[in-house]
């Protein structure tokens, strides 16, 4: 069982912002009308991370399904059982220092907000990202499933 390890962000930086880059570039030429952020802990100095990239991919509606299709040709699906019609996920198989996970979200619907909004919330308030480092020092070294649902309660409860 996979289990998770935390530790700061300051750690990577460099290698997530240069794994960024890559990422970004290679999304732009597959959909040069995306959007494409950085997100997740990494994007947060000071946040602790399991030490991956989160990238979110933003298109229109209209160009969402063909979205998918470009992304599959460069990406393996990741999580397919929490895709929905307004998102979809995908991992670079490749990738491991750090590990990328890409997040495709149709601009605008629920699942697009939460990224941006949760990642803005944590840069605006110190004592925000302080609780949720906290939340992620208590889950070191437990199963990924039990990390990945405190996180999401923590979330939810952050963007209420």
Request: charged fraction near 25%; aromatic fraction near 8%.
């Amino acid at each position: 069982m996979a289990v998770v390890d935390v530790r700061p962000e300051a750690e990577i930086r460099l290698a997530a912002r240069v794994a960024f880059e890559e990422h970004r570039r290679r999304v732009l030429q597959l959909l040069p009308q995306a959007e494409v952020e950085h997100i997740g802990a990494t994007s947060v100095p000071g946040a602790l991370t399991k030490g991956d990239l989160d990238v979110l991919v933003r298109v229109d509606e209209d160009g969402f399904g063909a979205a998918v299709d470009a992304l599959r040709s460069q990406y393996a699906v990741h999580q397919r059982e929490n895709w929905t019609p307004t998102y979809a996920s995908f991992a670079d198989p490749q990738a491991t220092e750090p590990p990328v996970g890409v997040q495709l979200a149709v601009a605008g619907s629920p699942d697009d907000l939460l990224f941006g909004r949760f990642r803005d919330a944590l840069l605006g308030d110190p004592s925000l990202l302080a609780e949720y480092n906290a939340l992620k020092l208590r889950n070191d070294g437990v199963s990924y499933e039990l990390y990945t649902t405190a996180k999401a309660d923590f979330i939810e409860r952050v963007l209420a």
